[in-house]
């Protein structure tokens, strides 16, 4: 298994390079701490898979989707500190196979290796929980699945639209906005029938793409939380 790692931070690359070495028959092909060098290495050197932490410093999620465009058979698993859905959605848009966080157990981190490396999607206990509160379902996520075309959206539809990929319930919608449960669910249905979408994923989409809100503030708020 020919694998490359793709970190700002030497320590995590140490720390994962020796976990595979330890478990797996692997060969790290390349390390790379930005995302040009992973382009510029991925253009020069055959992997079955990268490992990358796109949230990290030097990398942004356009980095997957340029790697998704140029190579449409390899595999990505994106090891993070983050697992918010929107961030988690923006990911699985831009094309990455697998999600697993920073602090998962050495087990599942070998099991995401094994598992993407063959083509499979796999996703750690704390991004399926994320994915289960979110209601979210992964296999109607598509790559770039939402067109450009101009949707005519409320300034109350667009509030509910950011809640919603704020992960906020529809009684919580309710509450804050001083509605009925019956209206924002109404409200809701008429979302996703202007835009098209069958489900929460689909809202979170529209709301990454469209700068209603952004993965960035929940990697700041995990930030905070951690100083």
Do not use: W
Not at 95 to 124: H, L, W
Not at 171 to 186: D, G, K, M, P, Y
Not at 187 to 196: E, S, T, V, Y
Request: glycine share 4%; proline share 2%; with cysteine.
């Amino acid at each position: 298994m020919k694998i490359i790692l793709a970190d700002s931070s030497d320590l995590m690359r140490l720390g994962i390079r020796s976990l595979l070495k330890t478990e797996l028959d692997v060969e790290i092909v390349g390390e790379v701490h930005d995302g040009a060098d992973l382009l510029e290495l991925i253009r020069s050197f055959e992997a079955d898979l990268v490992i990358v932490d796109y949230t990290s410093a030097g990398f942004s999620v356009d980095v997957i989707a340029q790697l998704r465009s140029e190579f449409p058979e390899l595999n990505i698993l994106a090891i993070t500190p983050e697992q918010s859905a929107v961030v988690l959605v923006e990911a699985l848009r831009a094309g990455v196979n697998s999600y697993v966080k920073k602090d998962c157990s050495f087990p599942e981190i070998i099991d995401a290796v094994k598992s993407t490396s063959k083509g499979n999607r796999f996703f750690c206990g704390q991004i399926l929980e994320t994915i289960n509160q979110a209601n979210l379902n992964v296999e109607d996520i598509e790559i770039d699945a939402l067109t450009c075309d101009p949707v005519l959206i409320s300034k109350r539809e667009c509030e509910i639209i950011t809640m919603i990929a704020e992960g906020y319930t529809n009684a919580q919608i309710a509450e804050q906005l001083f509605l009925s449960a019956h209206t924002v669910n109404t409200h809701r249905k008429n979302i996703m029938a202007k835009l098209g979408v069958k489900n929460t994923a689909g809202i979170v989409m529209y709301a990454v793409k469209t700068n209603l809100i952004s993965p960035n503030k929940f990697l700041f708020t995990a930030e905070n939380e951690n100083l």
